[in-house]
């Protein structure tokens, strides 16, 4: 590559570069309403020179702290917010080293409580089913005596208790 190569591509980039930038500025201030601020500006360099001299100057001159005042705001804006996010994470963090082992002391409680109904639940169906009695699907009380089924009360027909046997029933008429 030559001088005038680099130097050219050089210049290629920058107006690209120069385009770019016009286009954005086209985009937030329209070209019509920038030649007004430029003509505005302008007149009034030419009409009060001292005026626009001094604004000017405190323009030149503040421009640099107020940056620098935007940044700094934006940036402890920007730390605040990462620090906010980190610290909750910290406390979220420690909230879990206690809520793993609690749900795995009441998950435990749990399963044994479960186990406990379910025992008591088939061991009363066990007990049930060796009872010498039972109530059928129509109501009726039935005793069980050496593979015989002997009604001891039945609703239906109102018969009482067989004396052999002691039951006690109580029913309620709607």
């Known amino acids: 590559m030559t001088v005038d190569d680099v130097s050219s591509s050089a210049k290629t980039r920058a107006n690209e570069l120069l385009a770019y930038g016009q286009r954005h500025v086209d985009r937030v201030v329209s070209p019509p309403t920038r030649q007004k601020a430029y003509d505005w ?70 399963l044994l409580l479960w186990a406990w109904a379910a025992a008591t639940f088939f061991a009363g169906r066990w007990a049930y089913n060796r009872l010498p009695f039972s109530v059928d699907g129509h109501g009726r009380i039935v005793a069980h005596d050496s593979g015989e089924k002997r009604i001891i009360y039945d609703r239906k027909n109102d018969t009482g208790a067989d004396l052999d046997i002691k039951a006690e029933v109580v029913e309620v008429k709607e």
């Open 41 to 110: 500006i302008y007149d009034l360099s030419t009409e009060k020179p001292i005026l626009f001299s001094f604004v000017a100057f405190q323009f030149t001159l503040c421009l640099a702290p107020l940056l620098l005042f935007a940044g700094f705001a934006a940036t402890t804006i920007a730390v605040s917010l990462i620090s906010a996010v980190l610290f909750s994470l910290f406390w979220i963090g420690v909230a879990t080293l206690f809520l793993v082992p609690t749900l795995c002391l009441t998950f435990t409680i749990a």
